[in-house]
């Protein structure tokens, strides 16, 4: 266990690494593309365009991949946080998980087929095939599918050992809440906001 973990964890920061490089080339070609647009420079890069746009989908689907590996992505859990720790919510589980595994593993496999039947270059980059700009696809959903399935894993454990895998990353999530900030800013708010729905409650009863 603790090699798959080093493992994960070096892939995140590949992840995170390229994907910060992929966002410095971003930054810096959008400048010099603003520069070129002054009148008194002559120098027009035609191939600036899709420099930028080969590193940004690139820098998206590593950031994404990272996401998936850490549980980072945007969701809707009021339904999941009233479920939390509970039998159906072990369940529920189980089924996004499996969910989003067939979801990736679809992806993974047009992004190849994709990847295949591109064999043309690009406009103004011409030893660049489009296949180099395709492979982030197949390259992020495959990570993504691995990721996800550890969490399939990770939740059939979950079920069958009565929520011990969830206590364990309710302890870790906790113990990395305390050393953050903002992670701090926000329970505060949610606790205020809980007492402020507490206190409204005997009101509205009445």
Known sequence: ??????TE??????SRAVASICLGIVFVLFLLNICTRIPFI???????DETIQFFLVWMIFLAAMELVRVGGHFM???LTDKVHGTLVGRIFRILSTVISLITYG?????GVQLCLRSTASL?????????YFYACIPFSAFF?????????VLAFMDLFTGGRITEKQDAEKAALAAGDEDAQAIAEAAAALAADEAAQKPETDK
């Open 9 to 14: 964890n070096a892939v995140g920061k590949f």
């Open 106 to 110: 679809v992806i993974f496999y047009f």
């Open 42 to 48: 002559k120098w027009n890069p035609v191939w600036i």
């Open 76 to 78: 809707v859990d009021i």
């Open 144 to 152: 993504m599918s691995l990721f996800t399935l550890r969490d399939v």
């Open 123 to 131: 406009f103004t980059l011409q030893f660049m095939k489009k296949s």
């Open 1 to 6: 266990m603790n090699i798959l973990k080093k």
